[in-house]
Protein backbone atom coordinates (compact mmCIF):
# COMPACT_ATOMS: atom_id res chain seq x y z
CA UNK A 1 0.00 0.00 0.00
CA UNK A 2 2.14 3.51 -1.11
CA UNK A 3 1.77 6.42 1.67
CA UNK A 4 -0.19 8.82 1.48
CA UNK A 5 2.51 11.03 0.64
CA UNK A 6 3.26 8.98 -2.58
CA UNK A 7 -0.42 9.65 -3.51
CA UNK A 8 -0.25 12.98 -3.06
CA UNK A 9 3.01 13.03 -5.14
CA UNK A 10 1.30 11.30 -7.92
CA UNK A 11 -1.37 13.74 -7.85
CA UNK A 12 0.85 16.20 -8.16
CA UNK A 13 2.38 15.03 -11.17
CA UNK A 14 -1.14 14.72 -13.09
CA UNK A 15 -1.76 18.75 -11.87
CA UNK A 16 1.34 19.19 -13.84
CA UNK A 17 0.69 16.82 -16.35
CA UNK A 18 -2.67 18.82 -16.92
CA UNK A 19 -0.98 22.63 -16.51
CA UNK A 20 1.64 22.01 -19.33
CA UNK A 21 -0.35 23.06 -22.19
CA UNK A 22 -1.17 26.22 -20.53
CA UNK A 23 3.36 26.75 -20.24
CA UNK A 24 4.89 29.61 -22.49
CA UNK A 25 7.80 28.88 -23.65
CA UNK A 26 9.43 31.15 -20.15
CA UNK A 27 7.35 29.04 -18.21
CA UNK A 28 10.53 27.24 -16.41
CA UNK A 29 8.93 26.58 -13.18
CA UNK A 30 4.77 26.67 -11.58
CA UNK A 31 3.82 26.58 -8.22
CA UNK A 32 0.38 25.00 -8.04
CA UNK A 33 -2.48 24.90 -5.97
CA UNK A 34 -4.89 21.45 -5.34
CA UNK A 35 -8.26 22.57 -4.35
CA UNK A 36 -9.70 19.25 -4.45
CA UNK A 37 -6.90 18.75 -1.37
CA UNK A 38 -7.70 22.06 0.35
CA UNK A 39 -11.12 21.28 0.51
CA UNK A 40 -10.95 18.12 1.81
CA UNK A 41 -8.42 19.74 4.42
CA UNK A 42 -10.62 22.44 5.21
CA UNK A 43 -13.75 19.92 5.58
CA UNK A 44 -11.60 18.10 8.14
CA UNK A 45 -10.46 21.29 10.12
CA UNK A 46 -14.40 21.52 10.82
CA UNK A 47 -15.17 18.05 11.24
CA UNK A 48 -12.58 18.28 13.77
CA UNK A 49 -14.34 20.86 16.35
CA UNK A 50 -17.87 21.87 16.76
CA UNK A 51 -19.91 23.93 14.48
CA UNK A 52 -19.68 27.07 16.39
CA UNK A 53 -16.12 27.17 16.23
CA UNK A 54 -14.98 30.06 13.87
CA UNK A 55 -11.97 28.94 11.88
CA UNK A 56 -9.29 31.85 10.31
CA UNK A 57 -6.70 30.55 7.97
CA UNK A 58 -3.47 32.64 8.40
CA UNK A 59 -2.65 34.44 5.50
CA UNK A 60 0.77 34.09 5.71
CA UNK A 61 0.71 30.42 5.12
CA UNK A 62 -0.06 30.96 1.24
CA UNK A 63 -0.92 34.80 0.68
CA UNK A 64 -1.85 34.53 -3.00
CA UNK A 65 -4.99 36.77 -3.58
CA UNK A 66 -7.11 34.26 -5.34
CA UNK A 67 -6.34 31.71 -2.34
CA UNK A 68 -7.61 34.07 -0.53
CA UNK A 69 -11.01 35.43 -2.11
CA UNK A 70 -11.26 31.09 -2.13
CA UNK A 71 -11.33 30.48 0.90
CA UNK A 72 -13.36 33.76 1.74
CA UNK A 73 -15.87 32.33 -0.65
CA UNK A 74 -16.06 29.00 1.36
CA UNK A 75 -17.10 30.90 4.36
CA UNK A 76 -13.47 30.82 6.11
CA UNK A 77 -12.29 33.71 7.92
CA UNK A 78 -8.72 35.32 7.45
CA UNK A 79 -5.79 35.96 10.24
CA UNK A 80 -3.50 38.84 9.19
CA UNK A 81 0.15 39.20 11.11
CA UNK A 82 0.63 42.78 9.51
CA UNK A 83 -1.50 45.83 8.53
CA UNK A 84 -0.75 45.09 4.54
CA UNK A 85 -1.75 41.57 5.42
CA UNK A 86 -5.08 43.02 6.64
CA UNK A 87 -5.84 45.10 3.65
CA UNK A 88 -4.56 41.70 1.22
CA UNK A 89 -7.85 40.10 3.24
CA UNK A 90 -10.19 43.66 2.25
CA UNK A 91 -9.36 43.31 -1.29
CA UNK A 92 -9.99 39.94 -1.47
CA UNK A 93 -13.78 40.62 -0.18
CA UNK A 94 -12.96 39.59 3.71
CA UNK A 95 -15.69 41.62 6.02
CA UNK A 96 -14.13 43.36 8.67
CA UNK A 97 -16.16 40.81 11.42
CA UNK A 98 -14.01 37.55 9.91
CA UNK A 99 -10.13 39.11 10.15
CA UNK A 100 -8.11 38.77 13.56
CA UNK A 101 -5.04 41.26 13.20
CA UNK A 102 -2.47 39.56 14.95
CA UNK A 103 0.66 41.62 14.31
CA UNK A 104 3.36 42.25 17.82
CA UNK A 105 4.44 45.60 16.49
CA UNK A 106 1.10 47.37 15.71
CA UNK A 107 1.65 50.90 15.16
CA UNK A 108 -0.22 53.79 17.03
CA UNK A 109 -1.23 54.88 13.60
CA UNK A 110 -2.33 51.69 12.28
CA UNK A 111 -4.39 50.88 15.60
CA UNK A 112 -6.06 54.07 14.48
CA UNK A 113 -6.94 53.12 11.36
CA UNK A 114 -8.57 49.84 12.37
CA UNK A 115 -10.50 52.02 14.62
CA UNK A 116 -11.54 54.03 11.55
CA UNK A 117 -11.95 50.80 9.39
CA UNK A 118 -12.45 47.55 10.95
CA UNK A 119 -15.24 47.35 12.75
CA UNK A 120 -16.05 44.08 14.36
CA UNK A 121 -12.28 42.51 13.54
CA UNK A 122 -11.00 40.69 16.53
CA UNK A 123 -7.53 42.67 17.51
CA UNK A 124 -5.16 40.80 19.79
CA UNK A 125 -2.78 43.11 21.69
CA UNK A 126 0.81 41.05 22.42
CA UNK A 127 1.41 43.35 25.47
CA UNK A 128 0.54 45.13 28.18
CA UNK A 129 2.04 48.18 26.89
CA UNK A 130 -0.07 47.78 23.37
CA UNK A 131 -3.18 47.61 25.18
CA UNK A 132 -2.42 51.05 26.60
CA UNK A 133 -2.46 52.44 22.70
CA UNK A 134 -5.91 51.37 22.21
CA UNK A 135 -9.11 53.88 22.23
CA UNK A 136 -11.28 54.10 24.74
CA UNK A 137 -14.16 53.17 22.79
CA UNK A 138 -12.33 50.65 20.37
CA UNK A 139 -15.06 49.52 16.90
CA UNK A 140 -13.08 46.35 17.26
CA UNK A 141 -13.04 43.66 20.04
CA UNK A 142 -10.42 43.17 22.30
CA UNK A 143 -7.89 40.45 22.61
CA UNK A 144 -4.77 40.21 24.43
CA UNK A 145 -2.41 37.44 23.81
CA UNK A 146 -0.80 34.90 26.63
CA UNK A 147 1.92 33.08 26.56
CA UNK A 148 0.93 29.85 28.29
CA UNK A 149 4.91 28.60 28.32
CA UNK A 150 4.13 25.20 28.09
CA UNK A 151 6.81 22.93 26.14
CA UNK A 152 5.72 22.32 22.58
CA UNK A 153 8.17 20.38 20.98
CA UNK A 154 8.48 22.45 18.09
CA UNK A 155 11.82 23.30 16.25
CA UNK A 156 13.45 26.10 18.14
CA UNK A 157 12.53 29.01 15.58
CA UNK A 158 9.10 28.01 15.52
CA UNK A 159 8.87 27.72 18.98
CA UNK A 160 7.14 30.91 20.64
CA UNK A 161 6.08 29.39 24.20
CA UNK A 162 9.42 29.47 26.21
CA UNK A 163 10.51 32.34 28.63
CA UNK A 164 11.94 34.79 26.34
CA UNK A 165 9.27 35.15 23.19
CA UNK A 166 8.77 38.02 22.19
CA UNK A 167 4.85 36.96 21.81
CA UNK A 168 2.22 37.58 24.13
CA UNK A 169 2.12 38.35 28.32
CA UNK A 170 3.60 35.96 29.91
CA UNK A 171 1.17 33.34 31.84
CA UNK A 172 3.43 34.08 34.74
CA UNK A 173 2.72 37.85 34.78
CA UNK A 174 1.45 38.36 38.30
CA UNK A 175 -1.82 37.55 38.12
CA UNK A 176 -3.71 41.17 39.97
CA UNK A 177 -1.27 42.96 37.23
CA UNK A 178 -2.42 41.07 34.06
CA UNK A 179 -5.94 41.34 35.39
CA UNK A 180 -6.37 44.73 36.07
CA UNK A 181 -4.38 45.40 32.61
CA UNK A 182 -7.14 43.70 31.03
CA UNK A 183 -10.17 45.23 32.81
CA UNK A 184 -8.50 48.88 32.05
CA UNK A 185 -8.49 47.89 28.51
CA UNK A 186 -11.66 46.00 28.45
CA UNK A 187 -10.35 42.82 27.06
CA UNK A 188 -12.94 40.88 25.98
CA UNK A 189 -10.40 38.10 24.57
CA UNK A 190 -7.82 36.21 25.22
CA UNK A 191 -5.48 34.82 22.54
CA UNK A 192 -2.52 31.90 22.49
CA UNK A 193 -0.43 30.57 19.60
CA UNK A 194 2.18 28.49 20.92
CA UNK A 195 4.40 28.05 17.83
CA UNK A 196 4.39 26.06 14.57
CA UNK A 197 5.04 22.22 13.54
CA UNK A 198 4.32 21.24 17.05
CA UNK A 199 4.25 17.71 16.35
CA UNK A 200 1.41 16.51 18.94
CA UNK A 201 -1.65 18.14 20.14
CA UNK A 202 -0.71 17.21 23.67
CA UNK A 203 0.75 20.71 24.34
CA UNK A 204 -2.08 22.35 22.72
CA UNK A 205 -4.84 20.84 25.41
CA UNK A 206 -2.20 21.92 27.65
CA UNK A 207 -2.24 25.71 26.92
CA UNK A 208 -5.99 25.60 25.80
CA UNK A 209 -6.19 24.32 29.32
CA UNK A 210 -4.45 27.70 30.81
CA UNK A 211 -5.66 30.02 28.53
CA UNK A 212 -8.96 29.53 30.69
CA UNK A 213 -7.78 29.59 34.01
CA UNK A 214 -7.15 33.01 33.12
CA UNK A 215 -10.48 33.75 31.40
CA UNK A 216 -12.38 32.37 34.42
CA UNK A 217 -9.70 34.79 37.04
CA UNK A 218 -10.88 37.66 34.99
CA UNK A 219 -14.32 37.21 35.03
CA UNK A 220 -14.22 36.21 38.25
CA UNK A 221 -12.67 40.00 39.07
CA UNK A 222 -14.79 41.32 36.92
CA UNK A 223 -17.81 39.97 38.80
CA UNK A 224 -16.54 40.67 42.36
CA UNK A 225 -16.43 44.60 41.39
CA UNK A 226 -19.55 44.50 39.33
CA UNK A 227 -17.97 45.23 36.30
CA UNK A 228 -20.63 43.61 33.62
CA UNK A 229 -17.94 42.92 30.65
CA UNK A 230 -16.72 39.28 30.24
CA UNK A 231 -14.17 37.31 28.05
CA UNK A 232 -16.02 36.16 25.28
CA UNK A 233 -14.02 35.20 22.47
CA UNK A 234 -10.78 32.67 22.95
CA UNK A 235 -8.72 32.57 20.32
CA UNK A 236 -6.43 29.06 20.13
CA UNK A 237 -4.32 30.20 17.41
CA UNK A 238 -2.90 27.48 15.21
CA UNK A 239 0.43 25.52 14.98
CA UNK A 240 -0.04 22.20 14.43
CA UNK A 241 2.11 20.09 11.47
CA UNK A 242 0.91 18.77 8.72
CA UNK A 243 -0.77 15.04 8.54
CA UNK A 244 1.69 12.34 7.95
CA UNK A 245 0.16 9.45 6.30
CA UNK A 246 -3.14 10.29 7.70
CA UNK A 247 -2.36 10.31 11.11
CA UNK A 248 -5.69 12.64 12.21
CA UNK A 249 -3.86 14.99 14.67
CA UNK A 250 -6.70 17.51 13.98
CA UNK A 251 -9.36 15.15 14.69
CA UNK A 252 -7.46 14.02 18.26
CA UNK A 253 -7.06 17.12 18.62
CA UNK A 254 -10.84 18.38 18.58
CA UNK A 255 -11.78 14.80 20.75
CA UNK A 256 -9.21 15.97 23.56
CA UNK A 257 -10.73 18.93 23.95
CA UNK A 258 -13.99 17.76 23.80
CA UNK A 259 -13.33 15.86 26.23
CA UNK A 260 -10.86 17.46 28.54
CA UNK A 261 -11.55 20.99 28.08
CA UNK A 262 -15.38 21.18 27.40
CA UNK A 263 -15.69 24.41 28.83
CA UNK A 264 -13.93 25.72 26.33
CA UNK A 265 -16.93 25.76 23.88
CA UNK A 266 -18.83 28.07 26.25
CA UNK A 267 -16.87 30.74 24.76
CA UNK A 268 -17.28 32.15 21.02
CA UNK A 269 -13.95 30.11 19.69
CA UNK A 270 -11.82 30.90 17.13
CA UNK A 271 -8.82 28.99 15.44
CA UNK A 272 -5.79 30.24 12.96
CA UNK A 273 -4.23 27.48 11.27
CA UNK A 274 -2.06 27.75 8.18
CA UNK A 275 0.36 25.07 7.90
CA UNK A 276 -2.00 22.21 8.46
CA UNK A 277 -4.69 23.32 6.23
CA UNK A 278 -2.43 24.40 2.91
CA UNK A 279 0.93 22.52 3.24
CA UNK A 280 -0.44 19.08 1.39
CA UNK A 281 -2.77 21.01 -1.17
CA UNK A 282 0.34 23.28 -2.58
CA UNK A 283 2.80 21.45 -4.84
CA UNK A 284 5.47 22.55 -7.50
CA UNK A 285 7.47 22.15 -10.77
CA UNK A 286 10.81 22.91 -12.33
CA UNK A 287 12.14 21.80 -15.50
CA UNK A 288 15.56 19.92 -15.50
CA UNK A 289 17.67 22.92 -17.18
CA UNK A 290 20.66 20.21 -17.40
CA UNK A 291 22.26 17.05 -15.27
CA UNK A 292 26.08 17.30 -14.79
CA UNK A 293 28.29 14.41 -13.98
CA UNK A 294 30.53 16.33 -11.40
CA UNK A 295 31.82 14.66 -7.93
CA UNK A 296 27.90 13.27 -7.48
CA UNK A 297 25.68 13.49 -10.15
CA UNK A 298 24.24 17.29 -10.13
CA UNK A 299 20.26 18.22 -11.50
CA UNK A 300 20.36 22.07 -12.08
CA UNK A 301 16.68 23.47 -11.48
CA UNK A 302 15.05 26.73 -11.29
CA UNK A 303 13.01 26.51 -8.09
CA UNK A 304 15.28 26.88 -5.04
CA UNK A 305 16.32 28.89 -1.93
CA UNK A 306 14.10 31.81 -3.76
CA UNK A 307 10.79 29.31 -3.07
CA UNK A 308 12.48 26.78 -0.47
CA UNK A 309 13.44 29.57 1.42
CA UNK A 310 12.90 28.03 5.29
CA UNK A 311 14.30 24.58 4.02
CA UNK A 312 17.47 25.64 2.13
CA UNK A 313 18.31 28.56 4.26
CA UNK A 314 17.53 26.45 7.53
CA UNK A 315 19.93 23.87 6.19
CA UNK A 316 17.19 20.87 6.27
CA UNK A 317 16.92 20.58 2.61
CA UNK A 318 13.82 19.94 1.02
CA UNK A 319 14.05 16.17 0.84
CA UNK A 320 11.23 15.26 3.04
CA UNK A 321 8.84 16.54 0.25
CA UNK A 322 7.71 14.22 -2.32
CA UNK A 323 9.08 13.84 -5.73
CA UNK A 324 8.03 12.50 -9.11
CA UNK A 325 9.41 13.25 -12.46
CA UNK A 326 7.18 13.88 -15.55
CA UNK A 327 8.98 13.00 -19.15
CA UNK A 328 8.47 15.07 -21.73
CA UNK A 329 6.01 13.11 -23.58
CA UNK A 330 3.81 13.16 -19.94
CA UNK A 331 4.87 9.51 -18.08
CA UNK A 332 5.08 9.82 -14.98
CA UNK A 333 8.09 8.35 -13.03
CA UNK A 334 8.73 8.01 -9.28
CA UNK A 335 11.71 6.26 -7.27
CA UNK A 336 10.51 3.27 -6.05
CA UNK A 337 8.60 1.89 -9.51
CA UNK A 338 9.96 -1.58 -10.70
CA UNK A 339 10.51 -0.14 -14.35
CA UNK A 340 12.48 2.51 -13.52
CA UNK A 341 16.73 3.17 -12.96
CA UNK A 342 17.23 5.60 -9.78
CA UNK A 343 20.47 7.50 -8.91
CA UNK A 344 21.05 9.65 -6.05
CA UNK A 345 21.36 13.20 -7.35
CA UNK A 346 22.43 16.67 -5.31
CA UNK A 347 19.64 18.64 -6.86
CA UNK A 348 20.50 22.47 -7.01
CA UNK A 349 18.95 25.76 -7.30
CA UNK A 350 19.22 28.57 -9.46
CA UNK A 351 20.80 31.38 -7.38
CA UNK A 352 24.35 32.26 -7.05
CA UNK A 353 25.22 31.53 -3.64
CA UNK A 354 26.75 27.70 -2.73
CA UNK A 355 24.14 26.80 -0.14
CA UNK A 356 21.27 27.05 -2.79
CA UNK A 357 20.83 23.15 -2.47
CA UNK A 358 17.30 21.71 -2.46
CA UNK A 359 19.03 17.84 -1.53
CA UNK A 360 22.12 16.06 -1.51
CA UNK A 361 21.89 12.32 -2.64
CA UNK A 362 18.08 12.28 -3.44
CA UNK A 363 17.16 8.99 -5.02
CA UNK A 364 15.13 9.82 -8.44
CA UNK A 365 14.17 8.37 -11.41
CA UNK A 366 16.95 9.01 -14.05
CA UNK A 367 17.34 12.58 -15.00
CA UNK A 368 17.81 14.32 -18.36
CA UNK A 369 17.47 17.70 -19.34
CA UNK A 370 13.76 18.56 -20.52
CA UNK A 371 12.27 16.31 -17.49
CA UNK A 372 10.00 17.88 -14.63
CA UNK A 373 10.38 17.62 -11.63
CA UNK A 374 7.35 17.75 -9.32
CA UNK A 375 7.90 18.81 -5.59
CA UNK A 376 4.67 17.56 -3.66
CA UNK A 377 3.24 19.34 0.00
CA UNK A 378 4.91 22.88 -0.58
CA UNK A 379 1.55 24.61 -0.23
CA UNK A 380 2.69 26.47 3.15
CA UNK A 381 5.68 28.89 3.93
CA UNK A 382 6.50 28.88 0.40
CA UNK A 383 5.30 31.39 -1.81
CA UNK A 384 4.85 33.75 0.99
CA UNK A 385 8.43 33.52 1.42
CA UNK A 386 9.86 33.96 -1.84
CA UNK A 387 12.91 35.54 -1.82
CA UNK A 388 14.21 38.50 -4.03
CA UNK A 389 17.84 37.38 -3.72
CA UNK A 390 18.98 37.23 -7.78
CA UNK A 391 15.56 39.11 -8.35
CA UNK A 392 14.11 36.06 -10.34
CA UNK A 393 10.64 36.10 -11.55
CA UNK A 394 7.88 34.18 -9.35
CA UNK A 395 7.00 31.14 -11.59
CA UNK A 396 3.09 30.97 -12.89
CA UNK A 397 0.79 29.95 -10.11
CA UNK A 398 -1.90 27.65 -11.32
CA UNK A 399 -5.27 26.03 -9.26
CA UNK A 400 -6.76 22.67 -10.10
CA UNK A 401 -9.85 21.10 -9.15
CA UNK A 402 -11.51 18.16 -10.51
CA UNK A 403 -8.68 17.64 -13.13
CA UNK A 404 -8.97 20.92 -14.40
CA UNK A 405 -6.11 23.71 -14.20
CA UNK A 406 -6.67 27.66 -14.26
CA UNK A 407 -3.96 29.67 -14.08
CA UNK A 408 -4.30 32.11 -10.63
CA UNK A 409 -1.28 34.68 -11.87
CA UNK A 410 1.31 34.78 -14.97
CA UNK A 411 5.14 34.97 -14.37
CA UNK A 412 6.04 37.97 -13.07
CA UNK A 413 8.67 39.71 -11.47
CA UNK A 414 8.12 40.15 -7.36
CA UNK A 415 7.01 43.06 -6.28
Not at 78 to 86: F, I, M, P
Request: aromatic content about 6%; proline content about 5%; hydrophobic content about 45%.
Amino acid sequence: MRSSLDQRTRAAAASLVATLPLRSDDDTAFIGVDLDVLGAQLASLRNAFPDSVRHSIAIKTMPHPEMLAHLIDLGFGLEAASLEEVQLALAAGAAPSDLIFDSPVKTRSEIAWCQANLPGALLNANSIAELHRYPASPSFQVGLRINPEVATGAPTEFDVSGERSKFGVAISTPRPVLVDACIDAGVTALHMHIGSQVPTCDAHVEAVGRLLDVAAELDAVRAERRDDRRITTLDIGGGMRSEVDGDAVMSLYGQRLRAERPSLFDYDVRTEFGQWVQANAGWAATRIESVEERAAPMAFVHLGADYFVRDVYGASGASSYGFAVVRPDGRVAMAGDDAEATRPYDVVGPLCFAGDVLARDLVLPELDEGDWLVIAGTGANTLGLWSRHCGRAVPKVVASAGGDCVVWSGRRLPS
